[in-house]
């Protein structure tokens, strides 16, 4: 393994496993976070490419519960709906989509709301949402991921570097506006200034998991 600790996965990505630093925070196992680390678990456990991003993998990030959270984000590959849904399903997640579900769905257990999104591999490798007349690049190439603790489990998240350009930009609603730069300032503080910087150049487009409507955020790699 390179001394950085990232290895290759057979997608081609960085995969950043292993357990962080002694002495750095890291999520634990609770009714919290049991919902998280089912659908964590289910998704790794079949092999299926992943990566958890929003509030949940902000925290994830910071080792510590940062706010209170309304559902779970995690992008899938739409090659993989169908695997993902047995996954889901075998443990315990009931699908429940919607009828403007455009470019992912949603699926609930406990009163849990997990919301998926969909991503695609085009023809020359690029990582994309596929919203309809304007499809969203991720990444051009394969789309890297870090692993992050929570409890025993390593979950498959965003790197904090795309975290952090997924959050540089604040919703200009009052509520979503106020999530993200609460997040931001998370990420911040686990980043240190030279991500920081970086972070301010970065750009994005909205998008909802699950609908083109809602105020989800996914950043995109476009000019």
Partial sequence: ???????????????????????????????????????????????????????????????????????????????????????????????????????????????????LTFAETDDEGSVVVPVPGQPIVLSRGPLAHARRPLGHLHVRVLTLEKMLEIKALPRPDEVGGGKDRADLDALRAVAGPPAQAAAGTATRRAVRPGSQRTERNVSSDEP
């Fill in 1 to 115: 393994m390179p001394a950085n600790g990232v290895t290759r996965t057979l997608a081609g990505d960085a995969d950043r496993g292993g357990s962080p630093p002694v002495g750095e925070p890291s999520l634990e196992v609770t009714p919290r976070t049991a919902a998280l680390a089912s659908a964590a678990d289910a998704l790794d456990s079949a092999g299926l490419e992943h990566w958890f991003f929003g509030g949940w993998a902000v925290d994830l990030w910071a080792g510590r519960e940062t706010r209170a959270h309304e559902d779970i984000d995690v992008l899938v590959l739409r090659a993989d709906e169908d695997r993902v849904h047995a996954a889901l399903t075998a443990a315990g997640w009931a699908h429940t989509p919607h009828d403007d579900d455009l470019v992912g769905t949603d699926y609930e257990r406990d009163g849990a709301d997990l919301q």
